[in-house]
């Protein structure tokens, strides 16, 4: 599954501000079993608007991660609060099927 999220830098700050504590964040929230990755994304129109995608095995890995809170990421995401704000977009399932253009398969 894939936890989808939208991160907007507040005015005076970076986006290299939060991509620092996401990395930070990322790298410990990577040992929970479930866990394959995440990428973060800058938007071409707004540099002040990210999207950032954590990729899991299941919704139920997730979940467990989140339900035994690492007090390390809670404190970096506390501490990166000062320059972003964070929205959920949303818990997306693997497809069933996807669809390429020729050439890609």
């Known amino acids: ?17 939060y991509a620092e ?21 800058r938007s071409l129109q707004s540099p002040d608007k990210l999207i950032a995608i954590a990729h899991w095995d299941s919704k139920a890995q997730r979940d467990a991660m989140e339900s035994q809170p690492n007090p390390e990421v809670a404190e970096i995401i506390r501490g990166a609060a ?7 977009v949303g ?4 497809p069933e099927w996807v669809v390429l253009p020729p050439g890609l398969r």
């Not at 599954?1 to 501000?17: L, N, Q, S």
């Not at 964040?25 to 479930?34: F, K, T, V, W």
Request: hydrophobic residues 40%; glycine residues 6%; contains cysteine.
């Open 91 to 94: 818990e997306f399932d693997e």
């Open 82 to 88: 000062r320059f972003c704000q964070i929205r959920l």
């Open 21 to 41: 504590a996401w990395v930070r964040a990322s790298e410990l929230i990577q040992r929970a079993p479930g866990a394959r990755g995440t990428e973060l994304h």
């Open 1 to 17: 599954m894939k936890y989808i999220f939208e991160v907007t830098i507040k005015p005076g700050h970076r986006a290299e501000d």
